[in-house]
């Protein structure tokens, strides 16, 4: 069932996609745009929302619905992850492949932008009922994507497991080993090494790179969210040394101790009670007051509109580096540039994953695979340059890193849209 009217905002939720549209339309103000060109830019190229049956261990059928918002291709394939997660809305994944297609245009990737998602709680099915969702899903988008058109990826929820079912799937369909269909896959099928950390690892070489130039009072670091992205942001960081971790949340709340928490501990009592709450001597806190503790930096690592204009004011930290997509809404976004916090937007922040992703799809389509230093040496290095183009340009016109990477990505796409 293709998607006509744009009249499906998720109930009881600040559009997610008019939010990312205010921060896009902020940045085209800024720059000469027709108007026919801002439209073109403003319109998905394709929105299928789809049914999934699944028989359930009981033997009874439950129906899903899936989504796949293809963005824009004008640089290329489209990208984007799948999530699994019960507020999956049209108007979310739809605003998740909008911010896609400008990461990709920023990350310096030939890539365009797309989303997926089912609404489902995962925690709530057995393995086998979420194969056969996973599956389904695949069976359902196969005639759309591919290495050539569109190439999903895990987001939310979704994991390499999930990945290798739907590639398996996708293969079955198309009579062929296609690896390049689909990325974040297990390494034995095609996955590429330091693809599972590369969103935390991203996020790191980009707070690396904005401590060199900003001045950050002390060193104290707060991660809302314990995932993928969170955790391996937290671990990596631990490793290098020179800050101090001392709050983390996950769904189930969050721990302080001013004193820094032992991450690698941390990770292995998130692993056997699947909470980070009730971690040795730190003191409990809620998800609230975590992202409002006096530190250095904050690192929102979860879900979308998390900062808004009702805690924007109280937030303490210097800087905040967005690993999670959409944290912050435009309200606080403007709250929090006039209070002098610098945010790190997650079209830069988090691309650490799209450009591992990009890399494994290029090693899936030249069948020569990389060693781990070299996917790592590779991020490193298009993460330092993207991040020296974001900064020159946002000291050259005084504007934020948000709207400086906006800008510069809007203005890459016109000239493609001049040059086709
Ligand atoms: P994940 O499912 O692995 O982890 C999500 C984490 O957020 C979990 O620890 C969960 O408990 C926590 N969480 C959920 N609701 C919360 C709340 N209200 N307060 C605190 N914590 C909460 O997902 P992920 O892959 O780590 O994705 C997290 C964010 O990063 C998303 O916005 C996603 O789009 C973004 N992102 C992920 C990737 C990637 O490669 N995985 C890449 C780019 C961006």
Not at 19 to 39: C, M, P, R, T, Y
Not at 332 to 337: P, Q, V, W, Y
Not at 387 to 413: C, D, G, P, V
Request: hydrophobic letters at 40%; one cysteine or more; charged letters at 25%.
């Amino acid at each position: 069932m293709e998607i006509g009217q744009k009249n499906h905002k998720c109930v009881g939720n600040t559009s997610m996609f008019e939010n990312a549209l205010e921060e896009f339309s902020h940045a085209a103000e800024k720059i000469k745009i027709d108007s026919d060109v801002l439209e073109m830019l403003t319109q998905p190229k394709r929105a299928i929302e789809f049914s999934i049956p699944v028989k359930m261990d009981s033997g009874k059928i439950k129906v899903f619905i899936g989504y796949r918002i293809q963005f824009n291709n004008l640089l290329g394939p489209m990208k984007g992850g799948i999530r699994f997660h019960p507020k999956v809305c049209a108007d979310e994944v739809e605003a998740l492949a909008f911010l896609m297609t400008w990461k990709c245009a920023i990350s310096d990737i030939p890539f365009g932008g797309a989303k997926g998602g089912i609404v489902v709680d995962p925690k709530e099915l057995s393995k086998s009922e979420l194969e056969a969702l996973s599956r389904g899903y695949m069976a359902a988008v196969a005639p759309f994507i591919g290495p050539k058109t569109d190439i999903p990826a895990p987001d939310i929820n979704t994991n390499a497991q999930i990945m290798a079912w739907m590639s398996d799937e996708y293969n079955k369909i198309a009579g062929q080993n296609e690896p390049a269909a689909i990325t974040g896959k297990p390494i034995v099928l095609g996955g590429s090494l330091g693809r599972d950390t590369a969103t935390g690892q991203g996020g790191i070489f980009a707070l690396l790179e904005v401590a060199k130039v900003i001045d950050l009072p002390g060193k104290t670091v707060a991660i809302q969210g314990f995932g993928n992205a969170g955790s391996n942001f937290a671990e990596i960081l631990e490793k290098e040394g020179k800050f101090k971790i001392v709050a983390v949340s996950d769904s189930k709340g969050g721990i302080y101790d001013p004193d820094g928490l032992d991450i690698s501990e941390l990770i292995r009592h998130k692993k056997t009670t699947g909470r980070v709450s009730r971690f040795n001597n730190s003191q409990e806190i809620t998800g609230e007051e975590l992202l409002e503790l006096d530190v250095d930096v904050l690192v929102p690592a979860a879900l979308e509109n998390q900062i808004t204009k009702e805690n924007a004011d109280k937030i303490k930290a210097k800087l905040i580096i967005e690993l999670a997509n959409g944290p912050t809404t435009f309200e606080a976004d403007e709250i929090l540039f006039k209070n002098g916090n610098i945010v790190v937007p997650d079209i830069f922040a988090n691309s650490g994953g799209v450009i591992v992703s990009y890399f494994e799809w290029v090693q899936n389509n030249t069948r020569h695979y990389w060693s781990a230093e070299e996917v790592h040496e590779k991020l490193r290095e298009k993460m330092t340059c993207n991040f020296k183009r974001l900064f020159e340009y946002s000291e050259k016109h005084n504007i934020s890193f948000r709207t400086s990477a906006y800008i510069q990505a809007i203005e890459k796409m016109i000239e493609a849209v001049k040059l086709k």
